[in-house]
């Protein structure tokens, strides 16, 4: 069977027995050696990465178009999907910049375990791939609810927070984070850790 058509499959209703067959198994490998397995990545086409994303993103829905998608699996289930990242051209002021690129979606099953570290496997490799590939440097975004500890752990830094909430993170290939970088990235964090906290006390 070839790969390419088996990863779409995995994702729909009628394969829910594999989905929950193959989640089990995951949960059930003990923890101690989870850390051990290395993911497996592939590349998938459009329909097979967006429609994971309508599945499992919380809040975005999924795009019209791509560069590029990588998904994640695991050796344990080598057909399941455990996440999916997307990469295209920036879709704010700098896509008149042909050296920029832009992380679009970054997407994790919510089933499986919590520090599974597959958000950041997938930002490592879309980071290897577009760097390969001659971009300078990468542009994402994320919510302010979100940790960003991914990004971080990537190398990723904050350039600002937009005037619509969403918080930009850049990253430029063969540079690493200053320490005034990294500072700023945390405090921005940090400011929206409080206030985010501050408003679930009040309601």
């Not at 429609?51 to 695991?74: C, D, N, Q, T, V």
């Not at 997938?122 to 290897?128: D, H, R, S, T, V």
């Not at 990294?182 to 501050?198: G, I, P, S």
Request: net charge positive.
């Amino acid at each position: 069977m070839n790969e390419r058509n088996t990863a779409i499959k995995w994702t729909g209703e009628h394969e829910k027995k594999y989905v929950d067959d193959s989640l089990a198994r995951i949960r059930a490998f003990p923890a101690k050696y989870k850390r051990r397995i290395e993911l497996i990545h592939r590349s998938l086409n459009r329909d097979e990465s967006q429609e994971f994303i309508r599945l499992h993103h919380r809040h975005s829905k999924p795009l019209k178009r791509h560069m590029f998608s990588i998904g994640a699996f695991s050796p344990i289930a080598e057909m399941l999907i455990l996440g999916v990242t997307t990469v295209n051209h920036c879709s704010s002021k700098y896509n008149q910049r042909r050296d920029h690129i832009e992380i679009r979606r970054v997407c994790v099953r919510p089933d499986i375990d919590a520090g599974n570290n597959v958000a950041s496997f997938l930002i490592g490799k879309a980071c290897q791939a577009v760097f390969a590939m001659g971009y300078r440097v990468i542009i994402t975004y994320s919510q302010p609810h979100e940790s960003g500890a991914s990004l971080k752990a990537a190398g990723f830094c904050i350039q600002e927070q937009t005037k619509g909430g969403l918080i930009r993170w850049i990253k430029a290939r063969g540079q690493q984070a200053t320490s005034c970088e990294r500072e700023f990235t945390n405090r921005v964090l940090e400011a929206n850790r409080k206030f985010l906290t501050t408003m679930r006390t009040e309601k």
